[in-house]
């Protein structure tokens, strides 16, 4: 039993990277917050992204995967939609240079733009919705102890690699000049839209 648990956790750990690792809103503003709060960002927005995921898996876990899997084009509408609008934020920011005060960043909510991030991601739910639910489902299937583990191996994902991603941020900002700022930014922005216009694009063929 206990080798069946430990290897469904290393599984769940590795299915857990296929969504973290995928380049999305989460990490960019994980990169963006880890220029001006250092390592912290990363584990404080990947908070916000647990908090999500964790209603998501009481829903899946109560039957309701079935009831959103009918909306999945507009899932793809709506945060394609999101998606550029976060990519012309970005670049509208990138024209302002390296803000001058950094207090405000400081000060910033992570863990609200964790929450936010997450659910504005079309891939964070079409994830969700067909890998995400198949793990947990099958997990659920052996035992709450399978669903748990699932949960726990995913979560730790997450957590290692934002915090791994701004670990190695808030080391380098000290030597990040205000032009690699601004491009950092534009290119952000840019991946943002052309994620946006993929998943507008692929709603007509998913519907």
Same mark, same amino acid.
């Given at each position: 039993?206990?080798y069946?648990?430990?290897?469904?956790?290393?599984?769940?750990?590795?299915?857990?990277?296929?969504g973290?690792?995928?380049p *999305?809103?989460? $990490? @960019?503003?994980?990169?963006? !917050?880890? +220029?001006?709060?250092?390592?912290?960002?990363? #584990?404080?927005? &990947?908070?916000?992204?647990?908090?999500?995921?964790?209603?998501?898996?009481?829903?899946?876990?109560?039957?309701?995967?079935?009831?959103?899997?009918?909306?999945?084009?507009?899932?793809?509408?709506?945060? *394609?939609?999101? $998606? @550029?609008?976060?990519?012309? !934020?970005? +670049?509208?920011?990138?024209?302002?240079?390296? #803000?001058?005060? &950094?207090?405000?960043?400081?000060?910033?909510?992570p863990?609200?733009?964790?929450?936010?991030?997450?659910?504005?991601?079309?891939f964070?739910?079409?994830?969700?919705?067909?890998?995400?639910?198949?793990?947990?489902?099958?997990?659920?299937?052996?035992?709450?102890?399978?669903?748990?583990?699932?949960?726990?191996g995913?979560?730790?994902?997450?957590?290692?690699?934002?915090?791994?991603?701004?670990?190695?941020?808030?080391?380098?900002?000290?030597?990040?000049?205000?032009?690699?700022?601004?491009?950092?930014?534009?290119?952000?922005?840019?991946?943002?839209?052309?994620?946006?216009?993929?998943f507008?694009?692929?709603?007509?063929?998913?519907?």
């Amino acid at each position: 039993m206990e080798y069946q648990i430990a290897e469904f956790f290393v599984l769940s750990f590795l299915v857990g990277l296929t969504g973290c690792l995928t380049p *999305g809103p989460t $990490l @960019i503003v994980t990169i963006e !917050l880890s +220029l001006f709060r250092g390592w912290q960002a990363g #584990p404080l927005v &990947t908070v916000g992204h647990i908090l999500t995921e964790g209603i998501i898996a009481i829903a899946i876990t109560f039957g309701f995967s079935y009831f959103f899997s009918g909306y999945t084009a507009y899932v793809s509408y709506i945060g *394609g939609v999101a $998606l @550029i609008l976060f990519g012309i !934020l970005t +670049l509208k920011s990138s024209t302002k240079g390296m #803000p001058q005060n &950094t207090e405000n960043i400081r000060n910033s909510r992570p863990i609200y733009a964790g929450f936010v991030t997450a659910v504005s991601n079309p891939f964070f739910w079409f994830w969700w919705m067909t890998i995400g639910a198949g793990f947990l489902l099958d997990g659920l299937a052996s035992g709450i102890i399978f669903g748990i583990t699932f949960m726990t191996g995913h979560w730790l994902a997450d957590i290692e690699w934002f915090t791994f991603v701004s670990v190695g941020i808030g080391k380098g900002k000290n030597i990040i000049s205000e032009r690699i700022y601004m491009m950092v930014l534009v290119g952000c922005g840019l991946f943002l839209i052309l994620f946006g216009l993929f998943f507008l694009i692929t709603g007509n063929q998913i519907r």
